[in-house]
Structures are given as C-alpha cells and as structure tokens.
C-alpha cells in the first residue's frame, strides 16, 4: 500500500488548463441526487465540482426540491425529476436522467438519496445506455451495484464508488469491522470501479490493483455533508479529463486537506462541511505548484 501525500500528488499531476479554455471544454457535470427531506446536498456537490475546476454543472433533483436548489445556486442549470411517495427519486426519473446524462462528461449520481429511492431502476437504466461519460456513485445507489455488476462491467466509462464504511460493509455483505483494505481490491475487482473507502484512514483502490492510503482531515471530517462534496469533488476533477485514480487521489487529498484548513477556526469539530469548499482552489493551486517544483528539481 502507497502513502497518499504530497509525493505521490507530486508525480501524478492534474491536467493543465489552456490558456484559450471556455466552460465546456473545461468539463461538465451533472449531479443526481436529493430528495425532499435532503433537497441541499446536490449544492454542496455542485458547488465542489466547479471548486474543483469543472466549466458547467448541472442538478438533477426531485422536483418539489429543484426551484429552491435553483435559487440557491444561480451558477447550475437544474432539471426537476418526478418524486416517488417517499419524496425521493422515482423510477420515472430514468429517461430524463439517462438524456441529460447524455450530455456530460461526467455523472454524479445518489448525493442526498436515501434507500426509497428507486435506485436500482435508474441505475439500471443509466448502465444499460451503455455511457459515454464517467460515473460516480454515491449514497444509496452503492448498495445497488451488486444488484446490477453486469450492466456495471459492460458501462463503458469509468465507474467510482464512494462508500462510507457501513455503504461498504453493505456492497460486499460483510460487517463494518471486518473492513479492510484489501477489501477495498476485492470490491474493485468484482465490480470493475475505483472505491473509495472513506473513513479515518481513507482507501483508494483501483481495479488495476493500485491501493492508497490517505491519513485523514482530522475528526471534523465526519459531519453530514462531508462525502457529498468529496464526490462532486471527484467529479470535477474527472469532467476535466484526469485519469480516474489520479482524479479519485486529489479530490481526497483536497478533501482531507481542507478539513485540516477549517478546523482551526471553529476547532478539531464544529465546522460546516460547506466551509470545506473555499479553500479547494488554492489548496489545489498550492499542490500542484509544489508538485512542479519537486518534478522540476529532480
């Protein structure tokens, strides 16, 4: 296992922006997710996705959600989906969310939905159009994969999975504590994807058998929000055409890192997972002009 750390960032660059770049060549991304109970965490994604550097974001939400969350974020286009009674994504949701997806370079799908969401209907859908874009699962729709792992081997983008510890005891059918990071290998090998096991010690293994190992933001790092902007984090990255383990590397690292920036504000705990997302520029700005440095000097 290899040590995520300024090192590694150092020989795995992001991509360099153009001078002449506009917003669609600077990737888009859409996020799928929310639900009635949860209509603000497609915001906290979104806005981390274009932290992170993506040109345009789209959400798709529930539609009693979608006016709101519009409001809220004047930067996004938002798409209203139909609801299920429970107020979360409904099965009728697929068609729209399959055109719309379509359109982008990468999907965030699941930020805010719980198990009533008729998951395992969208996620077939999106897996069965086959998929020009990449796709980060997240929330409820982890657990679905083993549900739908053949239409998840034949999708033709690449596949990331962002499972907290009980989502990842949960999509390999053991028990939180038996958690491991070779469980982390096992998991991308069967389902094809990166994973991200989040957690105090957060794993990133790939289905090439890479394995890394990131230390931690520090214990404020679980508060609610937190993973939803670690995805759109990821799927920012990933729409401007990063390789998807380098991709899945920096938006941990990033992530981790601004935690360790806003803790000492409010303290170790306390802080806001939106206050993770200012500094994601610099932060990022600051690694990869060290990494420069370092490539430069050796």
């Known amino acids: 296992m290899i040590a995520l750390n300024a090192e590694w960032l150092a020989h795995h660059p992001l991509p360099l922006a153009d001078q002449d770049t506009d917003k ?30 993506a040109g345009k974001v789209q959400l798709a939400t529930v539609e009693p959600a979608a006016l709101g969350l519009g409001l809220i974020f004047p930067e996004a286009a938002v798409i209203a989906l139909r609801a299920n009674a429970a107020g979360e994504l409904d099965a009728a949701a697929s068609e ?10 990468t999907l965030v799908l699941g930020p805010g939905t719980s198990v009533e969401a008729d998951v395992n209907e969208i996620l077939t859908a999106l897996l069965s159009s086959g998929g020009g874009m990449d796709l980060i699962l997240d929330a409820a729709f982890i657990p679905a994969v083993p549900c739908v792992s053949n239409g998840a081997r034949a999708f033709r983008g ?16 053991c028990e939180a504590e038996d958690l491991t990071p070779s469980l982390a290998l096992d998991a991308a090998d069967r389902f094809g994807a990166t994973i991200i096991m989040k957690g105090p010690q957060t794993i990133v293994a790939s289905k090439r058998g890479e394995l890394l190992q990131y230390s931690g933001g520090g214990p404020g790092m679980a508060t609610a929000g937190s993973g939803d902007v670690l995805a759109g984090l990821l799927g920012g990255l990933l729409a401007r055409g990063t390789d998807v383990l380098v991709a899945a590397a920096w938006s941990v690292f990033l992530h981790g890192e601004a935690g360790k920036r806003v803790a000492g504000a409010p303290g170790a705990t306390g802080f806001l997972a939106r206050e993770l997302l200012a500094p994601i520029p610099m932060l990022m700005e600051r690694s990869s002009e060290a990494g420069r440095q370092r490539r430069s000097q050796r």
Not at 34 to 47: K, N, T
Not at 96 to 105: H, M, N
Request: aromatic share 0%.
């Open 96 to 105: 729209p969310l399959v055109e719309a997806a379509s359109r982008c370079d």
């Open 24 to 53: 669609n060549k600077r990737g888009r991304v859409l996020l799928a997710g929310g639900s009635v109970q949860v209509p603000g965490a497609l915001r906290l994604s979104g806005e981390a996705a274009l932290r992170a550097g």
């Open 158 to 173: 690449e596949i990331v999975l962002t499972p907290h510890p009980g989502e990842m005891a949960l999509l390999m059918g």
